[in-house]
């Protein structure tokens, strides 16, 4: 029977991103990845580091992909919040390249605070130079992190790591770390223009 | 009945227990029957079996036909066969009448031994927790140690859910379909309706009804007739039956006018003319006092936390008598304790009655989880 379990480690290899992220949490950690796909992430984390993952998944064919991958995967739409979910029940809430397309962008971010002790947001960076480049060439972005036309993108709320950092100070978010990354390489040099996936670690601040 | 995904002809068995069965009511059975059918085959470490645990008006037949000319399979027929999703070339199957029902299992309408005549209304109360003390005697009188999983829907999800409870090292998976950790006060008042349909039936006489050869057939059939009313969704008896009328034109009369009026009158007389009152009224009782929170001080996180089991809850989008939102509460109990838990919350139009019905994901995901247990020795 089809027991096999996909390699989650082999596979990641290829995921600087997953490895950054697995830094953040400790070992055994309770944490729930949003819009968790077909549970890479999560089994990754389960595999390097044993936490106690569950995804959230409102997608029929990822909530099922994730099943089969043997994740615990709860079905529901992110966009209604995470009502239910008590206060600081989760040591770590992630939002992987995810943020780009939901609609309650403040709503969610603010959940992921008041569930999680920490949270995890990476996203595409809109400010890399080459989709600033394709916007002054006179056409909609599209690169390796954003593969969609501009008619069938569900990316609504594209931002730029300078945007992030805008909002996360207007909202009163702690940045507890930030790594930028190209390629799978760390950018710390002008991130905003040469970096393709930021990602953010995040606290509620007191 | 050429299907090669069906069971073919089973046999219902009988187990008889004559160890005293004493009841969370503090009442005693001194011994009781419990008629059960099983499907595939036990393998040798016996660590295969799945337990099926029907809804309020199931039975022990869910699978396979009873013979050559049977026109209906099992109640469950479409779950449970070879290659289906619960795939008994894989899986040993057990379903069974719980006690106080009235297709074989000890019940209102069998013979009180002690009496010689028919329980009646002295037959006792039962609950979710004594149908599970009972479901195990059962295991062990096959020689099962530990269940590879326990599935059932509705009230079944509620039995199901107490396996994990009453007995965490004896069940490995847990499927709770279109269940919930209680009832509403809501929707015990639907039971409430039925009950009392029943008993001011003048030909209910207290439960002794069988001594003056009649049964409260009236009351059944309405109490039939309001659970099928909750059993489905306001969309799909819209588009079932929407506002057609039966012959065209309103006849002004009482009569049977409008199509729905003709499906719920036909649910109800084929229901009051092959189910027992009696184990009618008790099954809704039993639905009504399930409530493992209870003494946690309704803390659900607390009752489960003995729970040892990896779970799948599911539900549907429209069934509003088992609502999502009451398996979430499951699931939310389940995660506060980091058990493992999967929840589907599938998009179906058919309300309650969803969890019977074949819809294409929802029997993937039974596929797929089933497929993904461990069977030891295998």
């Known amino acids: ?83 239910g979910f008590d206060d600081k029940s989760f040591d770590v809430v992630i939002l992987s390249q995810t943020l780009q397309a939901v609609q309650n962008t403040e709503g969610i971010i603010q959940e992921m605070l008041r569930v999680g002790r920490e949270a995890i947001v990476t996203f595409p960076n809109f400010g890399y130079w080459p989709l600033r480049s394709q916007l002054i060439a006179g056409q909609m972005p599209v690169s390796e992190n954003l593969p969609y ?22 909202h009163n978010i702690r940045v507890k770390e930030r790594f930028v990354l190209t390629n799978g390489h760390p950018i710390s040099f002008m991130p905003n223009l040469l970096g393709s996936l930021a990602m953010y670690r995040l606290q509620q601040s007191e | 009945m050429s299907d090669s995904t069906s069971i073919g002809i089973v046999t219902p068995q009988v187990a008889h227990f004559s160890k005293l069965l004493t009841l969370k009511s503090g009442e005693v059975l001194p011994e009781y029957d419990i008629v059960y059918e099983t499907y595939g085959t036990l393998n040798a470490e016996k660590s295969n ?218 649910q109800g007389d084929k229901f009051a003319a092959e189910f027992d009152a009696n184990t009618y009224l008790r099954m809704t009782r039993a639905l009504d006092y399930y409530d493992p929170a209870l003494e946690y001080n309704g803390n659900l996180a607390a009752a489960l936390a003995r729970a040892k089991a990896k779970f799948l809850v599911i539900s549907f989008t429209s069934d509003w008598r088992f609502s999502p939102a009451r398996s979430r509460e499951i699931v939310q109990a389940l995660l506060d304790n980091k058990r493992s838990v999967s929840y589907a919350e599938v998009t179906a139009a058919h309300g309650h009655d969803a969890f019977l019905m074949p819809d294409p994901h929802y029997h993937n995901i039974l596929r797929a989880y089933f497929r993904k247990i461990k069977i030891k020795g295998e």
């Open chain 1, 1 to 83: 029977m089809s027991n096999s379990q996909p390699n989650f480690v082999e596979a990641a290899k290829k995921r600087r991103d997953f490895a950054l992220i697995a830094k953040w949490i400790g070992a055994g950690a309770k944490v729930l990845d949003l819009g968790c796909g077909d549970g890479a992430l999560l089994g990754y984390l389960r595999d390097t580091l044993e936490v106690r993952g569950y995804g959230v998944e409102k997608d029929d064919a990822n909530w099922l992909a994730s099943m089969q991958n043997n994740i615990d995967v709860i079905q529901m739409d992110l966009e209604a919040g995470l009502s």
């Open chain 1, 149 to 170: 036309q501009w008619y069938d993108t569900p990316n609504v709320h594209l931002c730029t790591i300078k945007d992030f950092d805008e909002f996360c100070e207007k």
């Open chain 2, 49 to 266: 079996a799945v337990m099926i645990c029907h809804a309020l008006s199931g039975n022990h037949h869910a699978a396979g036909f009873h013979s050559e000319n049977d026109k209906h399979p099992g109640w469950w027929d479409n779950l449970i066969g070879p290659g289906k999703p619960l795939d008994t070339n894989r899986f040993f199957v057990i379903a069974l009448n719980n006690l106080g029902g009235c297709h074989g299992s000890s019940g209102p309408a069998t013979i009180n031994p002690a009496k010689q005549k028919p329980w009646g209304a002295t037959f006792p109360l039962l609950t979710v927790e004594d149908w599970v003390d009972s479901q195990a005697r059962l295991a062990d009188h096959l020689g099962i140690e530990q269940l590879a999983a326990v599935v059932g829907g509705s009230l079944g999800g509620m039995q199901a859910l107490q396996w994990t409870l009453s007995y965490p090292d004896r069940i490995q998976h847990a499927l709770l379909i279109a269940s919930a950790p209680n009832l509403t006060a809501q929707n015990m008042a639907f039971n409430e309706v039925a009950r009392q349909a029943i008993i001011t039936d003048p030909e209910f006489y207290g439960g002794d009804y069988y001594e003056h050869g009649v049964v409260p057939r009236r009351g059944l059939r309405i109490a039939r007739m309001l659970g099928h009313i909750t059993y489905l969704s306001d969309d799909a008896m819209g588009a079932k039956f929407g506002r057609k009328l039966r012959e065209g034109e309103i006849k002004y009369s009482f009569d049977v006018e409008f199509e729905m009026e003709s499906y719920l009158r036909y």
